[in-house]
């Protein structure tokens, strides 16, 4: 059975942070707007034409790159000098239902389709050495600290774009957006929960998660942060009226369906939302979420408030490991800061990504899915993904969810990415043996016994004294992955990470490792020195707007992707390795 090989693009998360807030738009001092201003100028190389260019297209629904949704680190080499590494593990691995793509053959072989043997991901293969020199530190310092989310009067400014939406927006020409419109604040509360400009609840909560391993982590390039938003449904009680206990249960009662487990709350009155969440046999003050689902052996959960009352109606719906139909996710994606000799989150954004699932799909659909997704692979191998959507109304995934995304513009502001910019990340979404329901971060969401429950963002406090989680195995999974891809990630080219965890002929530190094991700083986090360069080669990008050929920051042209693979050619990988 033929599987393309997919590696993870959204909703794969990396982190950053430290104990202080990320500067504002209002934080930022005049000189560094100055500074700001002129680093546009001084590695400005978008020429007027190309811009034209960018303007007209973006709108089309033509993906220059028809195989875009199979990334670069898809095209790595995981042989060197004999010795094998294995970075595909953390995408393609043995899954757990009801995602049903056990897709472990793809760490076996490149099996792409004809049209998709060809690397067409340039932008790794360039040495910007050159350009990068062009740019100050500190005016790149001063653009990452620039706001491009707020304007000056505390508006989001991309939402103000979108309301008087310009003409070479506009796909199908109504005068209005059709597709999501930003609306949190990052304004959030004790609980996690965003409030706007006047205090009301978004609906937004905001989260701490375990970074997915490998090219998204800090040291790698970005930071980024994740957001969650359940339907009103989960947020009132059963007559309607909001609730903010109500909805903390119902996120408390999700975490249980998606992992698995039982999850402590805070002591709740379980006679006023009419269900048992301990599974005690009475109606009295829980203190637990009992994780005990098995429809076939009548053993149910259930939600809580005007949800449960949808529940029961069949107008919502519930499983382990499935998110409700009218969950949405926001993910933001950006630079990386500096603060003397530490690194954070960055105030600009690289990207806002957006998703939300329409539709429900059960076990058997899903399975359905992955069975007709395997035989097309091997009837038609040649055939590549067709994906319904556009840019202004997002793309969606036979599995119920639709994605959206903005990203900056040659002026650094966002915009709407084009059909082939969100086309790229659909493969990895529903695509990949690791995702849960298409997403990752949540699963990997800080536990309730952390910090404030886990329910908060990076920039109140990072990720300094986070130990290592363990694995199914034992082993913990950062030091798991340093084993089999000892530079931090799939390139092998992050010399900063081999040289911090191993001597030169490779041989693991155990000082560092046992660092490791109660904080993943020491790993997560990029020096300064790397940190600016990083931020400098991405920023080479945004004014080339070359994202259809990469949005990986390069330093060096890398040497270890190959620039075509052979038709069902062996990786070289032997060890079958598992996410979980």
Not at 296 to 306: E, L
Not at 372 to 380: A, G, I, Q, S, V
Not at 451 to 465: A, F, I, N, Q, S
Not at 487 to 512: H, I, L, Q, S, W
């Amino acid at each position: 059975m033929r599987l393309l090989k997919f590696a993870l693009c959204l909703f794969v998360v990396c982190i950053a942070g430290c104990e202080k807030n990320t500067p504002s738009n209002s934080q930022v001092t005049t000189a560094e707007a100055s500074n700001s201003e002129s680093v546009k100028s001084e590695v400005s190389r978008s020429e007027a034409t190309s811009s034209k260019q960018s303007q007209q297209v973006l709108t089309s629904d033509v993906s220059i790159n028809e195989t875009a949704y199979i990334p670069p680190q898809c095209f790595t080499d995981p042989v060197a000098d004999g010795v094998e590494h294995n970075p595909c593990y953390v995408c393609h691995t043995p899954s757990k239902a009801p995602n049903y793509l056990n897709d472990i053959d793809v760490q076996l072989s490149y099996a792409f389709p004809t049209s998709g043997l060809k690397n067409k991901w340039d932008n790794i293969f360039k040495d910007r050495t050159q350009e990068i020199g062009l740019i100050s530190d500190e005016s790149i310092i001063s653009y990452v600290r620039a706001d491009n989310y707020f304007n000056q009067d505390g508006e989001i400014a991309i939402k103000k774009r979108l309301e008087s939406i310009p003409e070479n927006w506009d796909r199908n020409k109504n005068g209005i957006w059709d597709g999501y419109i930003p609306d949190v604040y990052f304004s959030f509360d004790e609980f996690g929960f965003d409030r706007d400009l006047k205090g009301a609840y978004t609906g937004w909560r905001v989260y701490a998660y375990y970074p997915f391993p490998g090219a998204f982590l800090p040291t790698n390039g970005a930071t980024d942060d994740v957001m969650v938003r359940l339907p009103e449904a989960f947020r009132t009680t059963e007559s309607g009226d909001f609730d903010l206990a109500i909805y903390r249960t119902n996120f408390a009662i999700l975490e249980s369906l998606m992992n698995e487990r039982d999850v402590t709350i805070e002591p709740i009155d379980e006679s006023r939302l009419n269900v048992d969440l301990d599974k005690d046999g009475k109606l009295g003050m829980a203190t637990m979420v009992k994780y005990e689902w098995d429809p076939r052996n009548d053993k149910n959960m259930s939600y809580v408030g005007m949800a449960r009352v949808l529940l029961e109606s069949g107008d919502i719906h519930l499983a382990a490991r499935l998110l409700p139909e009218g969950t949405e996710f926001l993910h933001t994606v950006r630079y990386i800061d500096v603060d003397g000799e530490q690194t954070l989150m960055a105030t600009r954004m690289k990207e806002l990504r957006y998703s939300r699932k329409n539709s429900w799909r059960n076990y058997f659909q899903l399975r359905t899915i992955v069975t007709k997704e395997m035989k097309e692979r091997h009837d038609f191998p040649d055939r590549t993904k067709v994906v319904v959507g556009n840019m202004e109304d997002g793309m969606s995934t036979p599995h119920g969810w639709t994605y959206q995304g903005f990203i900056e513009d040659a002026a650094g502001d966002l915009r709407p990415q084009t059909y082939e910019e969100t086309y790229a990340c659909l493969g990895c979404h529903g695509y990949m043996g690791a995702s849960n329901d298409t997403t990752v971060s949540f699963t990997r969401k800080f536990k309730e016994t952390s910090y404030k429950e886990g329910w908060y963002h990076w920039t109140e406090r990072g990720v300094k004294g986070v130990a290592d989680p363990i694995r199914e195995d034992g082993h913990g999974e950062y030091a798991f992955y340093l084993q089999h891809n000892p530079t931090g990630n799939e390139y092998r080219d992050n010399d900063e990470v081999f040289n911090k965890f191993f001597t030169k002929d490779g041989k693991p530190k155990a000082d560092m490792f046992e660092r490791l094991q109660s904080d993943i700083s020491v790993l997560l986090m990029p020096t300064p020195e790397r940190a600016i360069a990083l931020n400098k080669a991405y920023k080479v990008i945004v004014d080339e707007q070359s994202y259809h050929l990469g949005r990986d920051p390069v330093l060096n042209a890398r040497d270890k992707v190959l620039k075509e693979v052979e038709l069902d050619s062996d990786t070289g990988i032997t060890e079958v390795l598992s996410y979980y």
